[in-house]
């Protein structure tokens, strides 16, 4: 799964925005630059306001050495910066009867949901055995695409894509690991949350989101025992197995909150194989040693940023008709 020209990508990570410039050499994918915010974007703030922030100004600063490089731009999202849920799907409805359905979940969970002010976006979902007709849909608000738009603008690069950590993911664990062919589960572990995806091959079977940490004033005293980390993922994964009526064959971790100390605690509790994703398994790089030495030890963490740069491997179905110029509407 190789492109066909340079891309550029950016990470908005819930610490800091990760830039990476991707370039085809020798009939594989290369990564050419790599560079990161020391601080995190706040888009719950209007578009103007992030515009002009600081961390918007160490983003263009970051951006500055690769203008004119890339034909395109991919955009990486944490799914806590989205709003996600499940909705009924069926591959009979018309685009119009989904931007409903949609539009009424979403109105549920935000009330004063406005539906041109996000990109909606949905992926099917198959391996519900208890309701195969099911999708997620995925909101980004305005603030995110005006980012992206202006980002674009400043490298004088087509905007190609929005993905989320967890299609991101999907795309990059294919491209870097094409021997796996079981049933995979990929686990993204970020501020508290574990956003899991259950998929095999090139189908997206499941996602859930699992609260690591437990607010101790919603909850009556003899609740309080809080799962331990491996306790959580094996319950994520025993629901997961259940809902997809399929043995799960491996877990793969990832996310700027995973820890050495997760991963070794999920590796003993599971017991199905337990392995850090690396994204740049199968990349070149013409980075420079320090940032290649850095690359390998956040792998973990630039996994969306790897997954934007490349064609996904399950494309969205896109709903919203508040659209970068780039972008097409279904």
Known sequence: MLIGSTIATL????????????????????LTYLNAT?????????????IDSAAMQEIETILRPIQGKARSLGVAMTMESVLAHQIPYSNTLTTAELRRIVR?????HL????????????????????NPFTAMSVLVSRPITGVAEHAATLCGADLQRFVSTQTAAHTAFMHSYPEERGVMAL??????????????NAVLLYTATVALETDEDDISAEKKSAL?????????????????????????????????????????????????????????????????DYSSRVAHTLVPAVGAALPEVQPGIILSSNLPQQRKVA
Do not use: W
Request: charged share 20%; aromatic share 10%.
């Open 104 to 108: 009424l979940e979403a109105s549920e």
């Open 187 to 200: 686990c993204g572990v970020q501020h508290g949350y574990m956003d899991i995806s259950i998929i095999r």
């Open 111 to 130: 009330p004063t949901f406005d539906p041109s002010q996000f990109l909606a976006t949905i992926y099917p979902l198959y391996g519900f055995a208890s």
């Open 228 to 292: 331990s980390f491996g306790e959580c993922c094996e319950k994520a994964i025993v629901e997961a197995s259940e809902a997809v009526q399929s043995k799960i064959d491996s877990a793969y971790f990832f996310g700027a909150d995973l820890t050495k100390a997760n991963l070794d605690e999920a590796a003993l509790t599971l017991t199905i194989p337990v392995k850090r994703l690396n994204p740049l398994r199968q990349l070149r790089t013409t980075l420079e040693h320090r940032l290649q």
């Open 38 to 50: 020391t601080q995190a974007l706040d888009c719950t703030r209007p578009l103007a306001e992030v």
């Open 11 to 30: 990470y908005l990570d819930s610490y800091r925005t990760y830039c990476m410039l991707f370039e085809p050499q020798e009939g594989a994918l290369a």
